[in-house]
């Protein structure tokens, strides 16, 4: 089992910058592969990134050159660095850990562990 704790949510101005933290704990932390989703009000949740043990990143169109993954295996713990911030980034941001091997990782269905989720929400 392994449990998925996320930090570092708020609120901010269009532009500005906010870090999300999820520290993972029970298993061995370097053999799963780590992604964020985010799930706006009224729609479905969707990929955001994610980092595997190479550690080889892959993010979704709308993020890339803003949004930043890395993994502190020191620490057990991802890392999602998001600039530039859009108001269309609002929403509730989960962290989750895969078992398997997979092409992107881009399916929720890939994911054996979820955590909780932290909201982000931009202003305009």
């Known amino acids: 089992q392994v449990q998925l704790v996320e930090s570092g949510g708020g609120l901010v101005q269009a532009g500005g910058s906010l870090r999300l933290s999820c520290a993972a704990s029970?298993?061995?932390?370097?053999?799963?592969?780590m992604g964020w989703f985010r799930q706006a009000p009224g729609k479905g949740r969707e990929f955001v990134a994610v980092?595997?043990?190479?550690?080889?990143?892959n993010y979704r169109d709308s993020v890339k050159g803003r949004f930043t993954i890395s993994r502190d295996s020191t620490k057990n713990t991802v890392y999602l660095q998001m600039n530039s911030l859009k108001p269309e980034d609002t929403a509730v941001y989960y962290c989750?850990?895969?078992?398997?091997?997979?092409?992107?990782?881009?399916?929720?269905?890939?994911?054996?562990?979820w955590g909780q989720g932290t909201q982000v929400t931009v202003s305009s």
């Open positions: 989750a850990a895969s078992r398997g091997y997979y092409s992107d990782y881009s399916s929720q269905g890939e994911y054996d562990y």
């Open positions: 029970g298993r061995t932390f370097s053999n799963y592969a």
């Open positions: 980092i595997n043990w190479n550690p080889r990143p």
